[in-house]
């Protein structure tokens, strides 16, 4: 079918498309990259992973951490060393364990104490019951650095040891050590990544040896201004940025900025072929795709806000700074994006460069056909699109338990191992220490209490400084499991009780299962709000009531899909020990706003067509305009969004994996067949209670109503 382009000598479309606004664009562009360049490189150095940090002021293990801070002697890290033998420890091993322990208290002599007491001898080095592994632990202050700064020293110095005789190096400093280590040069690997995979793919999208090149300038752009701009929110208004808020914020500036950049390059290589002039057809390509491309940035924006109800300070942090990327990726690909194409004219598409003809002729294609065969199919499509989607949610049945701290790593470190070995040899101390701080003259009142207590291994009355006295809790379980977790409960319920005590229960798995018990409290109401954001951006964009709320009906439905299925490839596949506890919202959050996105772009096109073609042609020609831009847009975020697998953390795995599954469901199959059907099957009542979805004869035109199949041009 040949469709008439428009005149050569077409009148400029207004201001916007005179030869000085581009320049001017990228002029003003490259004085902010001046700006924004040196700030960007400081937002390493405001992010944190304390608990401190990220946990409520409000929450029990806050409040125990802020004042372990403030007191003589508190604000130290844990290690433990654990020695063992498997035949039994020898004499000189024992000798070795207590050199090493005089040796490292003289180089670190703050604080430093055993965890289960002194032995008979007056010793801090405390044997086990089978007598073979030897123990002690090292308080070492903050002021010799942070965790990951030391756990390596402490190891090295105990390498001089007896043929046979291992050692773990574990404890809550450890596991921070660790953990930190892991987060170490993270964002350098996430962006490079990053880079490499969008380069790939737009360089497979449009076979071009040029062309990649201007999306991902312009995406670079918007990233240095993301993180120039987070660091400005940080120094200015104290949001929590840790190094997993870090990561996402460069995956979600590529991702996003790249499908906005498909999405306009589509618009505008089809107006070059009715445009003479690159500034005019750049212009209808502003005018065609940006309203679909701001609401999509709205969803998200407003969708990520929603966050900032939650009390979890790395949560509710994620909201602006998710906010800030997504917006600097906007303005970036409407502004600069456009303005270079603009200057590079025509040849940046070479070799397959868009040529302006009076008769252009537009071909059915692959998403053509697909979208007939849908329309002849309706129910088919639609029951079929739902039987796997139903399929793959049956993977929520699987194991979505949350998972521990000592299972995030991918390959366990010797802090993780370390605690194996303490569990075997000293079942006493299998659980991380608890701390209790209560007041001096109640004391002896709750340590009694807290000995008593079901779960508890041991209690030990430690220093009493600044009004307050410390007591050490060690329970019987493992850390972070359910027993454990209980038996804090119940630890926290037997002092509370104490008048006048004062008493607060704080530690490491407490700090855990308080940001469980925080997270789980956010999800029941940032789920809510975001889904009736996400539906309010909808009705306005559409001008539509059922529209949206069939569309928010696939999203949700697209997300217990992957869900499930990806619990299933964590539980059987890849053997992981469960869901961490920030993956279910995370992933709701960017699979609703993210995955609705591609709804609104078929969906926003669809309604422009219907206005001439009716409900089903609109559909169908929206298919066949958009199938292939929105799948290689969904393609690329997520593949941007897989580059988290990468990573060596159970947690970013799983985010990553979820959310790049979840995309391309809904790319590919949400969007591409089971919209379309149920379009179909609803006919123009989709778009009610809007004027198309009124049967013909009640519009201005007084056309006569028609079936569905058989709608009339609608005039706009």
């Known amino acids: 079918m040949a469709v008439n382009a428009a005149p050569s000598g077409e009148a400029p479309a207004g201001r916007l498309a005179g030869r000085w606004v581009p320049w001017l664009v990228i002029g003003l562009w490259l004085v902010l990259a001046a700006g924004m360049v040196p700030l960007s490189g400081k937002l390493s150095s405001v992010t944190t992973d304390s608990a401190v940090d990220t946990l409520p002021a409000s929450a029990e293990s806050t409040k125990v951490a802020v004042l372990d801070d403030r007191l003589p002697g508190g604000d130290s890290n844990t290690f433990v060393f654990v020695y063992h033998r498997a035949g039994g420890m020898t004499d000189a091993d024992r000798a070795t364990v207590e050199r090493h322990y005089n040796t490292l208290a003289k180089r670190y002599p703050p604080k430093a104490t055993a965890a289960a007491g002194e032995d008979d001898e007056g010793s801090p080095t405390s044997p086990s019951t089978d007598r073979k592994a030897m123990m002690f632990t090292l308080d070492v202050s903050t002021a010799y650095g942070a965790p990951e700064d030391i756990v390596g020293p402490l190891r090295d110095a105990a390498k001089d040891r007896p043929s046979g005789l291992q050692l773990d190096v574990t404890g809550p400093g ?51 201004t993301a993180m120039g701009t987070v660091y400005l929110l940080v120094k200015g208004f104290g949001i929590v940025v840790n ?90 690909m409407l502004t600069l994006f456009p303005a270079v194409l603009v200057v590079l004219g025509r040849r940046i598409f070479w070799p397959a460069i868009p040529r302006f003809s009076t008769a252009v002729e537009e071909k059915p294609g692959l998403w053509g056909r697909l979208g007939t065969a849908i329309s002849r199919r309706r129910w088919v499509a639609t029951l079929g699109s739902l039987g796997v989607l139903g399929v793959l949610a049956i993977g929520l049945a699987g194991n979505t338990g949350a998972l521990r701290e000592q299972d995030q790593f991918l390959s366990a470190p010797e802090s993780v191992t370390g605690f194996t070995v303490l569990r075997q040899h000293f079942p006493e101390l299998g659980g991380q220490p608890m701390t209790i701080f209560t007041r001096p003259a109640h004391q002896e009142r709750v340590l009694d209490i807290v000995k008593d207590t079901r779960g508890v291994a041991l209690a030990i009355p430690e220093q009493t400084s600044g009004g307050w006295a410390n007591i050490s809790v060690f329970p019987k379980d493992a850390p972070d499991t359910v027993a454990e977790y209980d038996t804090i409960k119940r630890v926290r319920t037997a002092v509370h009780a104490v008048s006048g005590a004062e008493a607060i229960v704080g530690g490491p798995s407490a700090e855990n299962l308080d940001t469980e018990v925080t997270t789980s409290r956010d999800e029941k109401l940032v789920v809510p709000l975001v889904l009736a954001v996400v539906l309010i951006v909808l009705g306005l964009l559409l001008r539509a009531i059922l529209a949206p709320l069939v569309l928010m009906a696939t999203v949700i439905v697209s997300f217990a899909a992957a869900f499930g299925g990806s619990v299933f490839v964590f539980d059987t596949i890849l053997g992981f020990e469960g869901v961490d506890y920030s993956v279910p919202l995370l992933a709701f959050l960017f699979l609703v706003a993210l995955g609705v996105d591609y709804n609104i772009f078929l969906a926003s096109r669809a309604r422009e067509e219907t206005v001439r073609l009716g409900t089903r042609e609109g559909m169908l020609k929206a298919l066949s305009a958009t199938g292939g831009v929105i799948t290689s847009a969904g393609l690329v975020l997520a593949a941007t969004f897989a580059v988290l697998a990468t990573l060596p953390l159970v947690m970013l795995i799983e985010v990553g994996f979820l959310v790049a599954f979840g995309v391309l469901l809904d790319a590919l199959l949400v969007r591409s067949i089971l919209v379309p059907a149920l379009t179909l099957l609803i006919g123009r009542r989709m778009w009610w209670p809007s004027r198309l979805s009124r049967p013909a004869a009640e519009l201005p035109d007084g056309q006569q109503p028609l079936a569905d199949d058989e709608e009339p041009a609608l005039q706009r």
Request: hydrophobic share 60%; net charge negative.
């Open 174 to 224: 450890a596991i921070d050590g660790d953990m930190d280590a892991v987060f170490d040069g993270i964002d350098v690997q996430v962006l490079l990544t990053t880079i490499v995979v969008v380069t790939l793919l737009l360089i497979l999208t449009y076979r071009s040896p040029v062309l990649w090149i201007i999306p991902l300038v312009a995406v670079g752009a918007a990233a240095l």
């Open 243 to 332: 190094d997993q808020n870090s990561a996402l914020l460069t995956i979600l500036v590529f991702g996003v900025g790249t499908d906005y950049a498909l999405l306009l390059i589509a618009r505008y290589r089809e107006a070059l072929h009715h445009h003479e002039n690159v500034r005019v057809a750049m212009v209808h390509a502003l005018r065609g795709a940006a309203p679909a491309i701001v609401a999509s940035a709205a969803t998200v924006v407003a969708g990520l806000l929603c966050l900032l109800v939650a009390d979890l300070n790395s949560t509710s942090g994620l909201g602006p700074i998710g906010a800030a990327g997504i917006l600097c990726a906007l303005v970036a």
